[in-house]
């Protein structure tokens, strides 16, 4: 039976790595279009790399076959340069499928799991809460208060740890660590994933750069996962540690020091700048398409009647969101190829032949772009998921597959939940504004690398004028401290 080859591939750019996307819409990103309008990707495609069978899932049909219903996809491929050399194979996102990522994945679902969450309300909505006066206060610096507000909220959840800024060592040292890892992971980054022997190389030899550059970024790593876990350790002696899924695990008392550290480190690396991405569209999302924005807020003026800040008990009341906050994970689709997975097994499909160890990769922003799943598929439009006829549900695929699914849904749900009903209740997020107050469009590009989500753009963020927004937000700042 013959490898699948089909190069219609070419056609569909992961939107993360072309530099040609600059200032176009999502449109674009699947190249031109037939003359109507349409296009027909093959389901599965291949390509190969240097030897490397890279399979392609262009639909939902096929990524949930292959991924989700056949267990022998729980694997990664494992690269040379970022999982071997760098380390980051450590990581539950990046380790192999073995006993210590199935022990991470134990520490890890019993404090992620759905039932669980209602524990993080308080403090998801303390830091929504100090996000909104900051927002209040300095209403331009609305990417920096976000990532505060996601950093935050996970590194209290981790370790307990407070921190106020992002400049904190805690959050500057992760952020650096993931811009660096990124751009290894480019596929022209490391040509020791192309030709593995060189590894073996002494790091002194002339042209070895690529051995010294990984031994300093492992050296940091490890640092920045060790330092948060030896310092609950402390607090736990001193008897002065804050309740977190860091000094739940030590007082537990059955687990190794090793999956603890890795399970922390690898939800706080996996956790903050994937949500902080869909914020980001939110916020985007909002500035375009004011229509949307009205009938949310009407629905949340309706919970809160107006005079109160919504919660987080506030869900079930709250259906339109609910479908707003889907339409985020499907417009701008935080990781647009997912991440890799690779057969532990040759495998067959539809008459083709999959190869074991190939790389697996779900095209989930062709899923998000094909018209069999989304009418008009570039609009945002939450109501595309309101009954009786729902489309697709995009949490069925824009947290991945199988037993590699995201563990962190929830947490990231209830942290993108409390932060944009929060929004919506105290500001209105128009069209940024020239000096003489006029209108202008909303120019933004989107990021290049292993997450999408909008680069720095400008917008009107300004309070609602219905709502005493400083005197509720302050308030409330004050009766949770
Ligand atoms: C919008 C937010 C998020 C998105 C879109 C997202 C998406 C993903 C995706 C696509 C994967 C790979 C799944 C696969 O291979 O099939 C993943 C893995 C992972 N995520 Fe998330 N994630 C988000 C937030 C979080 C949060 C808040 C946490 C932690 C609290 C987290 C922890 C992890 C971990 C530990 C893995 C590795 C799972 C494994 O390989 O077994 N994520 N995530």
New binding site residues.
């Given amino acids: 039976m013959p490898i699948l080859v089909d190069f219609r591939c070419l056609l569909v750019q992961n939107p993360s790595s072309s530099s040609e996307m600059q200032g176009r819409s999502p449109r674009n990103l699947l190249g031109s279009s037939t003359p109507t309008g349409k296009k027909k990707l093959g389901d599965i495609i291949h390509l190969d790399a240097f030897g490397t069978h890279i399979i392609v899932l262009n639909s939902y049909k096929a990524a949930r076959e292959l ?1 989700d219903l056949r267990l022998a996809y729980a694997d ?1 491929p494992v690269r040379v340069m970022d999982c071997e050399l760098m380390g980051m194979g450590r ?5 192999p499928y073995n006993d210590t ?1 199935k022990s ?2 134990k520490l ?1 679902h019993p404090n ?1 799991r759905k039932t669980a969450m209602r524990q993080y309300h308080t403090l998801l909505e303390r830091n929504v809460r100090t996000c909104m006066v900051q927002l209040l206060e300095a209403p331009e610096g609305f990417f920096d208060h976000l990532q505060l507000f996601t950093g935050k909220s ?1 590194l209290m ?2 370790y307990g740890i407070e921190v106020n800024s992002i400049h904190d060592e805690f959050i500057a040292t992760v952020e650096d660590l993931i811009d660096r890892a990124i751009r290894v992971a480019h596929p022209s980054a490391a040509i020791v994933n192309a030709i593995p022997i060189l590894k073996h190389i002494p790091s002194w030899f002339p042209g070895a750069g690529f051995k010294r550059t990984a031994g300093a970024f492992r050296a940091e790593l490890d640092d920045a996962v060790q330092r948060p876990f030896d310092r609950v350790k402390a607090e736990l002696a001193a008897g002065t540690a804050v309740p977190s899924f860091t000094s739940s695990c030590l007082q537990d008392g059955s687990y190794n020091d090793y999956d603890m550290i890795w ?1 922390a480190g ?3 690396f ?3 700048d ?2 902080l ?2 914020l980001k569209t939110f916020i985007l999302a909002m500035a375009l398409y004011p229509d949307v924005q009205k009938r949310a807020q009407t629905e949340v003026d309706k919970v809160t009647k107006a005079n109160a800040l919504p919660t987080l008990e506030d869900r079930d009341s709250t259906p339109y969101i609910a479908c707003l906050l889907k339409e985020l ?1 499907r417009w701008i ?3 647009p190829m ?4 690779r057969p532990m097994e040759p495998d067959y499909y539809n008459g083709y032949f999959i190869p074991e160890g190939s790389v697996v990769l ?1 095209n ?1 922003w062709a899923i998000t772009r094909d018209e069999a799943n989304y009418k008009d598929p570039e609009r945002f439009w939450p109501e595309r998921f309101e009954l009786p006829e729902p489309e697709l549900d995009p949490y069925e695929y ?12 929830h ?2 749900d209830a ?2 939940y409390a932060t944009v009903v929060s929004i919506l209740a105290t500001f209105d997020i128009s069209k940024p504004r020239d000096e003489n107050g006029e209108e202008l469009d909303v120019e933004y590009s989107l990021s290049t690398g292993i997450f999408c989500c909008p680069d720095p753009f400008k917008c009107t963020i300004r309070p609602r004028p219905n709502v005493n927004v400083a005197q509720l937000l302050r308030s409330s700042v004050d009766e949770q401290a």
Avoid: D, E, K
């Fill in positions: 991924l990664r990581t539950a996102f990046l380790s990522w991470c994945r890890m992620l996970l959840f981790t399970s690898s939800m706080y996996a956790g903050s994937t949500t991405a869909s994970q689709p935080v990781t997912n991440l890799p997975h779900p989930v824009a947290f991945g597959f199988g037993r590699r699914r995201c563990p962190g849904i947490f990231s942290m993108t």
